[in-house]
């Protein structure tokens, strides 16, 4: 069984920097893709940024690009999302989730709260 378990959010002021982790247990490694989504209340899911245990495939989404990087830690099961020059906008819900068995994303995490304050 997969579970993916999100840390590192807090309250930040513009500007400021944060370093999210995703902590995974279970078969991850054979897992397609690993990925970053934000949400915020009443909008649309937003893709973050993605990247696979070997460290390719690396993509970003527009609203992160120059900002943002996504690394992964085989030996610890983990995958980080360094974010820098955080904008109010930021401010959000960030998920982990994992495409296992599967070329969508079908296993998520809790969550973990990012609030940038202006």
């Known amino acids: 069984q997969v579970q993916l378990v999100e840390s590192g959010g807090g309250l930040v002021q513009a500007g400021g920097s944060l370093r999210l982790s995703c902590a995974a247990s279970g078969p991850i490694f054979t897992s397609y893709a690993m990925a970053w989504f934000r949400r915020v209340p009443g909008k649309e899911r937003e893709f973050i940024s993605n990247?696979?245990?070997?460290?390719?495939?690396?993509e970003y989404g527009d609203s992160v690009k120059g900002r943002c990087t996504i690394s992964r830690d085989i030996a610890k099961k983990t995958i980080y999302l360094q974010m820098n020059s955080l904008k109010p906008e930021d401010t959000a819900v960030y998920y982990c989730?994992?495409?296992?068995?599967?070329?969508?994303?079908?296993?998520w995490g809790q969550g973990t709260q990012v609030t940038v304050s202006s």
């Open positions: 989730a994992a495409a296992l068995g599967s070329r969508e994303f079908n296993y």
């Open positions: 990247i696979n245990w070997s460290g390719g495939n690396i």
